[in-house]
């Protein structure tokens, strides 16, 4: 797999993914490419029923079009207070096509007005990895903590400010970056990919 000059594909042109995923995958001795640096302009529709289905639509999808290993993922926010909800539409929760992340955060606090406290849930994540034309392997991760009503914090993204970890007092988006690549879910899901992408990449 060298002949691709240790190159892996990421399905994402989130500069925010991007950065944690860099800081987790540092010492693999392995470039990553967004579909932006790759010349991808490539739409995938996620309908699937889990995250790992999701995430493999996308990773299969990228590797065939740029002939790249390619790592993609998806996750969400799994609120118990909402039945789940999010979850799978985390992304796309408030229906509004020009909504961003601070609308979501604010549609979900209010659902959860009327809601008794503590608002119990989890962040989840499915990393699927796929080599051109052949297989795709999986991992995933899970951090759980609660929703709080007032935003913290400057880092992360989506619903980070709004997302207590357990055993840290702090928010997500108050997490150093360290701490961030050892509890979130993506870093959890990413750690147990690890193995993969040290045999796909191993000398």
Known sequence: ??????????????????????ALLSDLGVILVTPEDAGLRLSVTEDGTSYRENAQKKATAFAAASGLITLADDSGLEVDALEGAPGLHSARYLPDADA??????????????????????????AVVIAVPGGETSSAEGDCPGEIIPQER?????GYDPIFLVDGTGQTMAELSMEEKNRLSHRARAITNARPILQHLFRA
């Open 153 to 157: 914090g400057s880092g992360g993204f």
């Open 100 to 125: 961003n992340d601070a609308d979501r955060r604010a549609f979900l606090l209010r659902n959860l007005l009327d809601k008794p406290r503590p608002w119990r849930a989890h962040f989840r994540a």
């Open 1 to 22: 797999m060298r002949g691709t000059m240790n190159r892996l594909l990421v399905a994402t042109n989130n500069r925010g993914k991007m950065q944690e995923l860099r």
